[in-house]
């Protein structure tokens, strides 16, 4: 017999609660410390459970019940903090309401369209992909505080570099690769098996693996920007990363006719399934951008100056974006 059955209901509730963020946060951040945190609060839920169900009932004190009882309402109450984190990290996953300016036909006009439509950052669309083609003089590898909405100069924010884990305060060890910023160069955590992004002078290029490293290096010696980033497509060539699984948003930093844009994914699918997008519009050299949870938070600027919220919220663990300057 259950000794004490509201409280039993309280902790499987809890439990259930529990198992929801395990799943969300493991779906959309994989397997980073805020999963290890939320399955170990699941898991002492699970012993409040229990505890519940086999201890004697409540008119038996003793000091140590006294104790698990208050530790064990402790954790469940912390549960509802992380179904509050689960529920951040799931609605960043979606993209906003956007109007975009017409449908993408193929990357030989996005000159033409960005001129004809006369706006600081062209978007337009296709039925897998959504294309932020943005008319930049620079590009910034931006490191530690974010860039604000009210710098005019900003016409589009992304996210950038990978990180190596959840951190709250910044330093240039946990962003993963080298990397460069108006022409200081940081190792950051080494990486290998990457691509590179750099912007000198305007001048925007992707390059292969056996470039990458040296390629950030002159950028930097330039006064320019870069960083380390696995790539998606090299010269029409796909590079090796199909044992990628998450179901989610992805971003790809493009090369068009020796400018560069964004492009995302309209909804959540498979990384095989965006790659495909891209060959199939015609993309031929791309790098990838780090998405997920609040990673994949981004904006760019209309013609009257206000800002409009792309995809998620402002994460308080992300601290490399770059930003396209007119």
């Known amino acids: 017999m259950i000794k004490n059955t509201r409280w039993a209901i309280w902790y499987l509730f809890t439990t259930m609660l529990s198992i929801f963020s395990i ?177 000198v002078n305007g001048e925007a290029r992707i390059w292969g693996l056996d470039e990458a490293k040296e390629a950030v290096k002159n950028a930097a010696e330039q006064g320019g920007s870069g960083f380390e980033q696995f790539l998606i497509l090299y010269k029409g060539q796909r590079d090796n990363h199909n044992e990628i699984d998450e179901f989610r948003c992805y971003r790809a930093l493009a090369l068009v006719n020796g400018r560069v844009c964004v492009v995302d994914s309209r909804t959540q699918v498979h990384y095989d399934e965006f790659v495909q997008a891209l060959e199939d519009a015609g993309i031929q050299d791309a790098l990838y951008c780090d998405m997920g949870s609040g990673w994949n938070h981004s904006w760019y600027r209309e013609q009257n100056g206000q800002t409009v919220d792309i995809i998620g919220k402002p994460w308080l663990f992300s601290h490399s974006w770059l930003v396209f300057r007119k």
């Open 23 to 199: 799943s969300s946060i493991r779906i959309f951040d994989g397997f980073n410390w805020p999963f290890y945190l939320v399955t170990v609060n699941a898991l002492i839920s699970l012993c409040g459970l229990i505890f519940h169900i086999h201890v004697s009932d409540q008119t038996e004190r003793s000091p140590v019940k006294t104790a698990a009882r208050f530790l064990l309402l402790l954790n469940s109450l912390s549960v509802f903090i992380m179904v509050g984190f689960s529920l951040f990290i799931i609605s960043t996953q979606y993209h906003n309401s956007l109007h975009t300016d017409g449908a993408f036909t193929s990357p030989d006009t996005l000159e033409d369209q960005l001129r004809e439509s006369g706006k600081p950052v062209l978007v337009l669309e296709t039925e897998d992909l959504y294309f932020f083609y943005p008319d930049y003089s620079d590009i910034d590898f931006v490191t530690g505080e974010m860039p604000s909405e009210e710098d005019q100069s900003i016409l589009l924010f992304v996210t950038a570099a990978f990180q190596s884990h959840h951190q709250i305060g910044f330093d240039h060890d946990n962003i993963v690769g080298m990397h460069a910023s108006k022409g200081e160069l940081w190792n950051g955590r080494s990486a290998d098996g990457v691509g590179a992004f750099t912007c």
